[in-house]
């Protein structure tokens, strides 16, 4: 495959792009990236009478992890995109498909608000998002807000915001792009990506991808469709207009790990038999969990004005959970569904050395669950209404090297269920600056004090940053510091939670020497909250790489190859057992070939390490996975 590669790929043809962001990822582009955060508003494609207006992010300071990044990670899904983050833990539930929750800034799924190019994907309720919905070769970078800012963006007031920028395929000629990667127990992923201009003003562009795995551990497999239409259409250099269409199939088993329980009262070793795919007893054998998305949204950006930024969108959303347990006499069948339609927009406006966003959005969500049971059937539903204003004023001072900037929000919630109406008012207030000393050094400040949907105590909300970088040296710290907040489960699902202060700080490092790498991530967190418990996450955390690096092949073949250790902490569960510290190491091959094809090798779990993250999932024995993402006939 690897010399058929190198064949084709001599009579590619070079494409003509909109790059939003640099290809190489030398540290010294990582940290371009990250001082930067380049405004892709401003990054115009001229092609006849095309001008193509892209999306913005939502913070220039944001942590930005691009495409370019990524594509050497062999991610498998969006989650593994945070790998590049310091202050990330994944609780993984071992087999692909799983809802594993991703905390960020030690903040879990039911505190953070996941967008895809500033639209709020979140399920309406219990305010979660899986991130196994995002089509990743959709992807072109991820954004992370500093965490002051957090709650500006969505209606709940979360504490951490993620924005998925999506790529802007906007070629000269027809694009295509095929990925397919497969691993141990059936694992596999196709994704077949299309774009094409016609009409001169018009383009199209189609992703499509399944992914799948068979039962490794009884009822753990899984399947997943994903489709993703987008028109695009260029009336002027003032005004772009977007139709898309996002669809999400997916169906995956629930085993609720293994049954721990069941392993202790039998008279065989715990251990062994714990890691026995075949012969380990689970507690749900026949749980299953089916899931529908649909998303429809009509999207204006517009440049009316050499200082201005306009982004209006209006859109639909349908979330359909269906979960059946034949053997549970209790709830044999329980639905939930909630139809979202909503109007989002955003104002940007810049005068002299004053920069001013305005962000809104109106929401209204009908919520309704059907739950069967041998005893009966229930059908509660209520509505609901939201609605969040924000804006942030900032000024650019000593030639944009040192920049202040205040932020304020208001939200409102009006709800009706069975029994009465339910209104709710909630906001915050926060500042930030950032200080560029020179090409090589900036420092990062905010402070921001604001309610939750969840919670109508105030929290604190403190993060101070900065970034090196000497020749071939890269350093990012970031500390933060969140007091009074509500962590662990949404309410509304379950009682039980508790009101937490935390701090934590992460490091990320990048050494290159000749043509070795070093890239670590490295975490630590300390916690105090209402139950004494320390959960869901470890209070230390890190993953160093060592890459050896180079262009081999007559320039032909960009290769990045070497050993990933991972460390994850001792940590405590909610009912305060302890998980042991573990450790993997992984050997990974990441080539890209002329700059069209990217060749994926990685042997994971060399010394077949047997642990698990949540009690009871273990995490994958030694295996291989391949894959290739080749584009053709472009």
């Known amino acids: 495959m690897f010399l058929l590669l190198l064949c084709f790929s001599t009579n590619a043809q070079t494409k003509d792009s909109l790059k939003v962001f640099a290809r190489s990822d030398s540290t010294k582009n990582k940290l371009s990236d990250s001082l930067s955060a380049k405004d892709t508003s401003k990054l115009l494609l001229k092609h006849d009478t095309v001008v193509v207006i892209t999306q913005k992010p939502f913070d220039e300071n944001s942590f930005f992890i691009n495409r370019n990044n990524f594509d050497r990670l062999d991610y498998r899904y969006a989650g593994d995109f945070f790998r590049a983050f310091s202050l990330a833990f994944t609780r993984d539930y071992g087999t692909i498909g799983q809802p594993n929750e991703t905390l960020l800034y030690g903040t879990g799924f039911y505190g953070t608000s996941f967008f895809v190019d500033g639209i709020l994907q979140n399920n309406r309720f219990p305010n979660f998002f899986d991130l196994n919905e995002i089509q990743t070769e959709s992807v072109d970078s991820v954004e992370i807000v500093p965490s002051p800012r957090g709650f500006l963006y969505g209606d709940f007031n979360n504490s951490v915001s993620v924005n998925f920028i999506s790529r802007n395929l906007f070629y000269k000629r027809p694009y295509s792009r095929i990925k397919y990667y497969q691993g141990a127990g059936g694992e596999a992923l196709v994704d077949v990506l299309f774009s094409e201009n016609f009409f001169q003003r018009f383009n199209l562009s189609l ?12 009822n753990t497999g899984f399947s997943s469709w994903q489709v993703n239409v987008n028109l695009k259409y260029f009336l002027s250099d003032k005004f772009n207009f977007i139709v898309s269409y996002n669809f999400v199939h997916s169906e995956i088993g629930l085993n609720g790990g293994v049954n721990y329980d069941s392993l202790l009262n039998s008279n065989q070793n715990v ?12 507690i749900t054998p026949f749980k299953h969990l089916n899931t529908k998305r649909h998303f429809f949204n009509l999207r204006m950006l517009g440049n009316f004005t050499n200082h201005s930024f306009t982004d209006l969108n209006i859109y639909y959303k349908f979330n359909l959970d269906q979960t059946a347990n034949p053997a549970d006499t209790l709830n044999l069948f329980n639905e939930d569904k909630n139809k979202s339609f ?16 305005l962000f809104g959005n109106y929401e209204a969500t009908d919520y309704y669950n059907r739950m069967i049971s041998y005893s009966g059937f229930s059908t509660p539903s209520f509505q609901d209404k939201l609605l969040s204003l924000s804006a942030v004023l900032s000024a650019d001072i000593l030639d944009s090297n040192f920049v202040p900037s205040v932020f304020a929000k208001y939200s409102s919630r009006n709800y009706k269920d069975e029994f009465q109406n339910h209104s709710m008012q909630y906001g915050g207030l926060g500042f930030d600056l950032t200080y560029k000393l020179n ?3 900036k420092f990062y400040l905010g402070y921001s ?11 604190n909300d403190f993060e101070a940053g900065a970034k090196f970088f000497f020749e071939n040296l890269y350093l990012n710290v970031d500390y933060f510091r969140r007091n009074n907040f509500i962590n662990n489960n949404y309410p509304f699902i379950s009682n039980f939670y508790y009101i937490a ?11 290159s020497i000749w043509k070795f790498d070093l890239e670590s991530n490295t975490s630590f967190y300390r916690q105090q909250n209402s139950s004494g418990l320390f959960v869901e996450f470890p209070q230390t955390d890190f993953t160093v790489g060592i890459y050896y690096r180079d262009i081999l092949f007559d320039s032909n073949l960009d290769l990045k190859t070497g050993f990933v250790t991972y460390y994850t902490g001792e940590s405590k569960d909610d009912l305060n057992n302890i998980i042991p510290a573990s450790t993997r190491i992984d050997f990974t091959l990441a080539g890209e070939i002329r700059k069209v094809a990217m060749v994926y090798f990685t042997w994971e779990n060399l010394l077949d390490s047997k642990y698990y993250i949540i009690p009871y999932y273990p995490m994958p024995a030694r295996n291989i996975r391949f894959g290739i993402a080749w584009e053709l006939f472009n």
């Open 342 to 357: 909503g109007i989002a927009a955003r104002q940007d406006i810049s005068e002299s050395i004053f920069n001013f966003s």
């Open 439 to 441: 090409e090589m050094l």
């Open 501 to 511: 202060n935390m701090h934590g700080i992460g490091i990320n490092l990048d050494y």
């Open 449 to 459: 004090n604001y309610q939750t949907e969840i919670s109508k105590n105030y929290i």
């Open 207 to 218: 992703d499509v991808t399944n992914r799948k795995l068979d039962s490794i551990f009884t």
């Open 271 to 282: 251990n062994s038999l714990l890691y026995d795919n075949i012969s380990a007893p689970v």
